[in-house]
């Protein structure tokens, strides 16, 4: 599979607790991006990277959230202490050119 | 900052009708403007896209107009096929940014038999 894959595809969780998730891009790809996506809304910017350098990040994003692209290929995003409001679709996209393509998505719930 | 508007919220057409799904967006500096078709549950994909320096893009049944003045972009689907009924989301890049995009709210767009 040549597109962009993420790992797990749902994750269920009580608040409180940390959980990962983890992007692959399309493996000719320099930049990455991840998003969150609530029902019935478009996706919402939260970082941005460029190889390894994270580059761009949402002023949305709190503290409780962490991204990490070590070596400039697969990327993690880490949220600390998950609350309610978490709960929403993860997405990654990779870029080549001009255009995004996007993963499947994490599916978050907090309970 | 970057803001794009986009209508109607939900479309319903007849099958074999064209459908149009219109949005407006805030800075003239933008220049690339995607179209993403989301089916319920599944990812975003690309389905056309446009960039500042064209006027119109068409592949195949579909079609992007872009109004630099008007600061106004269209998506157009002809001969519509039920395949087609999803949410689509209109997109633009926030100028100085590494193509970051703002989104349009979405169009849910329902195709009848």
Known sequence: ?111 | GENVEQHPSTLSVQEGDSAVIKCTYSDSASNYFPWYKQELGKRPQLIIDIRSNVGEKKDQRIAVTLNKTAKHFSLHITETQPEDSAVYFCAATIPGSNYQLIWGAGTKLIIKP
């Open chain 1, 1 to 111: 599979d040549t597109g962009v894959s993420q790992d797990p595809r749902h994750k269920i969780t009580k608040r409180g607790q940390n959980v990962t998730f983890r992007c692959d891009p399309i493996s000719e790809h320099n930049r990455l991006y991840w998003y969150r996506q609530t029902l019935g809304q478009g996706p919402e910017f939260l970082t941005y990277f460029q190889n390894e350098a994270q580059l761009e990040k949402s002023r949305l994003l709190s503290d409780r959230f962490s991204a990490e692209r070590p070596k400039g290929s697969f990327s993690t995003l880490e949220i600390q202490r998950t609350e309610q409001g978490d709960s929403a679709m993860y997405l990654c996209a990779s870029r080549g050119g001009d255009e995004q393509y996007f993963g499947p998505g994490t599916r978050l719930t907090v309970t």
